[in-house]
Nanobody, 125 residues
């Protein structure tokens, strides 16, 4: 069983930055595709960003492209989401997810095997 632990959420003014972290147990993490999703009250969970476990490929939602950056440090079993130029519309619970096999359709939540408990990001306008 893989347990993912997110941190780094908080309250920030519009235009500000936050960096989220997600720590996963070692071993399987190195071969897992990792993703970030978010869910605002009353809305469905949506894809934010993902990083493949091979080749360094990354995918982003159009709404965050150019503002958010996903990265991973396999030595620390950690994946990061650097969020810059935050907007009020970015307010949501942010969830880290791990997928053990495959690198396709990383924007689909149902393809992931494990999830964290989430960390809240609130952007004041």
């Amino acid at each position: 069983q893989i347990e993912l632990v997110e941190s780094g959420g908080g309250l920030v003014q519009a235009g500000g930055s936050l960096r989220l972290s997600c720590v996963a147990p070692g071993g399987t993490f190195e071969k897992a595709a990792m993703g970030w999703f978010r869910q605002a009250p009353g809305k469905e969970r949506e894809f934010v960003a993902a990083t493949k476990w091979t080749g360094g490929g990354r995918d982003y939602a159009d709404s965050v492209l150019g503002r958010f950056t996903i990265s991973r440090d396999n030595a620390k079993n950690t994946v990061y989401l650097q969020m810059n130029s935050l907007k009020f519309q970015d307010t949501a619970g942010y969830y880290c997810a791990a997928r053990l096999y495959g690198n396709s359709h990383l924007n689909i939540a149902e393809t992931y095997d494990y999830w964290g408990q989430g960390t809240q990001v609130t952007v004041s306008s």
